[in-house]
């Protein structure tokens, strides 16, 4: 079995397993992304949504919410929502970033422009809350409301930290936490909510979703100097965007000071660059380092399931957070 095909199996079984749930989020989204009096809101959304992303939120919540013997229908109208904040966050994203390219095809901002792309992520984020409201939990709005402004934090302080050496793990760590754990953790958290579990268990659900946050987004910053067009990531992005990840902290640390000052900060960056950032990171062993933190924090992820019982789906979780690190050589 290669790597891929290792990759994708858990979270293959996870949307077999879950396959009829999520059609009836899919069917959701699709009402709730329409708009009466501005089509262009559906078309932005339609481009992102239905680019074939893996949906990995959501399920966390539909899994989360089985696990705990829920058996209402809300789990889907909190999925939806979850998919809901996460495309408005990628829309905002790809135009503070003026990225072109997400999933392999051009990004909304590119193909309309930076206004369509942040009203529609606006209205995605109304069409969240609207969804949050109608299961009557205020403990979930709460959730949900706080992950969202942990988000936007998390998308500010990389702003402040980007492209600046003075950036340490600690306050990488917490931009990681903001921007990408922080729905991971609440998406798993509702699913407890929602089906009345216990706080122990609902306590387990939200370390898990943080942890396999973590280790999700180390293993995408690892990706930039290891990945491939066909796991989704450029090789260099990062690099070439001058973001401050796990392995330039580390490589910085151990030496060469001027070359990452000169690359990262001035923005001073030649043809051969790249391969010296390459260089650098082997020599001192940050890529080996970076790499072994990310499995860590999954291993985090495994150990905060133990309070969950012990049913098929609780081994695909586990197995998941794997999965996120499988992608590292």
């Not at 009096?37 to 399920?59: D, F, Q, S």
């Not at 403990?139 to 003075?166: H, K, P």
């Not at 940050?286 to 789906?313: G, H, M, N």
Request: with cysteine; hydrophobic share 45%; aromatic share 6%.
């Amino acid at each position: 079995m290669g790597l891929d095909e290792q990759a994708r199996k858990p979270q293959d079984a996870l949307a077999a397993i879950l396959a009829e749930d999520m059609a009836a989020v899919n069917t959701l989204i699709r009402t709730r992304m329409a708009s009466e009096h501005a089509p262009r809101i559906p078309e932005v959304t339609a481009h992102l949504v239905e680019a074939g992303g893996k949906r990995l939120r959501p399920m966390l919540t539909l899994a989360a919410a089985r696990l705990c013997g829920y058996d209402g229908p809300f789990h889907v109208h909190l999925a939806a929502t979850v998919e809901f904040i996460h495309t408005a966050t990628l829309l905002h994203d790809d135009v503070v970033d003026e990225s072109a390219q997400r999933r392999g095809r051009p990004t909304a901002n590119l193909l309309w422009d930076n206004k369509s792309s942040v009203l529609t992520g606006d209205y995605l984020f109304a069409r969240s809350f609207q969804l949050m409201v109608e299961t009557g939990s205020l403990q979930v709005l709460d959730i949900l409301a706080n992950a969202s402004a942990t988000i936007a934090e998390g998308e500010v302080l990389q702003l402040t930290a980007a492209q600046s050496l003075r950036t340490d793990e600690t306050v990488y760590l917490q931009v990681i936490r903001g921007k990408t754990a922080a729905l991971f953790a609440a998406a798993c958290e509702v699913g407890g909510v929602i089906a009345g579990a216990a706080p122990e268990v609902v306590t387990a659900l939200r370390s898990y979703g943080d942890a396999l946050g973590v280790a999700f987004q180390m293993a995408d910053d690892l990706l930039d100097y290891g990945g491939s067009d066909a796991l989704g990531k450029n090789r260099g992005d990062d690099f070439r965007e001058r973001k401050v990840t796990l392995p330039v902290i580390r490589a910085a640390a151990a030496g060469e000071r001027d070359f990452w000052v000169r690359v990262i900060e001035k923005g001073d960056q030649r043809d051969d660059d790249l391969e010296q950032a390459l260089a650098l990171m082997q020599r001192h062993g940050a890529l080996a380092s970076s790499s072994a933190t990310a499995r860590d924090w999954a291993a985090k992820a495994r150990a905060a399931l133990a309070p969950l019982p012990e049913v098929p789906l609780k081994a695909v979780l586990s197995e998941l957070a794997d999965y996120v690190v499988s992608r590292i050589n």
